[in-house]
């Protein structure tokens, strides 16, 4: 049996003598650092909160029909004002509320921000959107709105980001709707 070791060995080493051979530190080392920043880029790359399924949202009323109010004015449908940059299902039909997450789960430490016209006073506000973190998808009332959104390598900007990678959980459930100021 130690013959066959022995043969393992003084083959394990020729081969890396030729590599040692035609490949220098240098290039080992580029390697690793090609891998590690495009590990630390992965992250960052865009995450589909559509789910599997389609989305789950009901067929939503028109305004002005008797007795349904304005999309615009209701935080459970996709117009509602403050959703103009949102990308997630919504909170409000989730468990949560429109500033709070659901049970079980923690606000995003990072968010993205959009700029949103509220249609009641006029005005254009500052919206923080945290996603809540650390459940599956509520499969709820799926918004995805895209007003004034950036391309990808404006991170602040841009809502098809998997925000909850800085938080413990990476699993994303529904997003929150933060108003930070006027704009």
Known sequence: MTWLFNWIDRIAERRVRQVAHSHGRRSL?????????????????????????????????????????????DPLQCEYW??????????????????????????SKVSWVGTCLNPKDGRQYLVSYNDCCGKGSCGECLC????????????GVHNDINWCMANTSPMFHCTTSIIVGVA
């Open 82 to 107: 403050r959703y103009c940059a949102f990308d997630g299902y919504l909170c409000t039909c989730c468990g949560g509320s429109l500033t709070t997450c659901p049970p079980g789960t923690e606000a």
């Open 29 to 73: 080392l580029g390697k690793l650092g090609v891998a590690m920043v495009g590990g630390a880029v992965l992250p960052m790359l865009p995450f589909d909160r559509s789910g599997q399924f389609g989305s789950a949202m009901a067929a939503e009323p028109g305004p002005g029909k008797a007795g349904t109010p304005d999309p615009k004015n």
């Open 144 to 155: 995805n709105n895209n007003e004034r959104e950036r391309p990808g390598y404006r991170l």
